[in-house]
C-alpha cells in the first residue's frame, strides 16, 4: 500500500475513534470498523481482540503490583487483584480494602470486597475472589 493511499484513507474516513460512534444508526469504532450485532459480519477481527486483552491484562498486572501489600501476596491473591483491577480498572478508591491488604488482612480485605458496590453488581465474581483472598487457595 503506498503512503498516498493511506493519506486518502485517512482524509475521507477521518481521525480514529477510540470510542463507539453511529454512522445510519450502525455501531463503529476506531476507522470505519462496524461492531453492530445487527450486521452480518460486524465485530473486531480476533487478532485485534487478543491484543486488547492482553494490553488490558498488561495494565490490571501494573495497577494491583503497585499496590502495597500485592508483593507479600500468594499467586492466588496476586491473580485476585489484577482480576479486579482489570475488571475495575484500578483501586484507587479502595481505602480500607488497600489498608487491610497493605496490613496483610486478608479476612478484613475480603470483607471490604463483599461490602462494596462491586459485590453487589456482580455478586458470584464477589463472593469467589474474597474467597480466594480470605484463604489464598484457588476455587473453581
Known amino acids: 500500500m503506498s503512503d498516498l493511499a493511506a493519506q486518502l484513507v485517512a482524509e475521507e474516513e477521518g481521525p480514529s475513534s477510540p470510542t463507539m460512534y453511529l454512522v445510519a444508526g450502525v455501531a463503529h469504532i476506531g476507522r470505519g470498523v462496524c461492531i453492530d450485532a445487527k450486521v452480518a459480519g460486524a465485530g473486531l477481527p480476533a487478532e485485534i481482540l487478543a491484543s486488547l486483552d492482553a494490553y488490558k ?43 487491610a491488604l497493605a ?35 484457588w476455587q473453581q
Do not use: H, I
Open 57 to 99: 491484562l498488561n495494565v490490571a498486572v501494573d495497577a494491583a503490583a503497585n499496590l502495597d501489600g500485592y508483593a507479600a501476596c500468594n499467586d492466588v491473591r496476586q491473580a485476585v487483584l489484577v482480576s479486579m483491577c482489570y475488571q475495575l480498572g484500578g483501586l484507587a478508591e479502595w481505602t480500607e480494602f488497600k489498608a
Open 103 to 137: 496490613a496483610g488482612d486478608y479476612t478484613g480485605a475480603a470483607a471490604q470486597m463483599l461490602a462494596s458496590r462491586w459485590a453487589d453488581q456482580t455478586p458470584a465474581r464477589a463472593k469467589r475472589e474474597a474467597f480466594m483472598m480470605r484463604s489464598g487457595v
